[in-house]
């Protein structure tokens, strides 16, 4: 079993920069590839960024290539997703997910495990 818990979310304004943490238990996380998710208010979960088990691949999902940047320190159990030029249109609950497998996978249905999520909400 994994647990996960997100923090870092709050209020920014437009063009300014947050970084997320997830922390992770569970004495396997360096096998699990791991994801960041976002849901906006009346809106679907969408995928924001995804990292391999070892930090080598990484994905983003097109409206925050270039201006978020994930990444995972295996020794500390935490993975971040450092986000930077913030758009109101990116206000949402962040999830953190693991997967019980290496391999990247921008589907959430792919991932077993999830944090409780932390707010951003980014003002114009």
């Known amino acids: 079993q994994v647990q996960l818990v997100e923090s870092g979310g709050g209020l920014v304004q437009a063009g300014g920069s947050l970084r997320l943490s997830c922390a992770a238990s569970?004495?396997?996380?360096?096998?699990?590839?791991m994801g960041w998710f976002r849901q906006g208010s009346g809106k679907e979960r969408e995928f924001v960024a995804a990292?391999?088990?070892?930090?080598?691949?990484?994905y983003y999902a097109d409206s925050v290539k270039g201006r978020f940047t994930i990444s995972r320190d295996n020794a500390k159990n935490t993975v971040y997703l450092q986000m930077n030029s913030l758009k109101p249109e990116d206000t949402a609950v962040y999830y953190c997910?693991?997967?019980?497998?290496?391999?990247?996978?921008?589907?959430?249905?792919?991932?077993?495990?999830w944090g409780q999520g932390t707010q951003v909400t980014v003002s114009s």
């Open positions: 569970g004495r396997t996380f360096s096998s699990y590839a």
């Open positions: 990292i391999s088990w070892s930090g080598g691949m990484r």
């Open positions: 997910a693991a997967r019980s497998v290496a391999v990247v996978s921008t589907n959430s249905y792919q991932y077993d495990y």
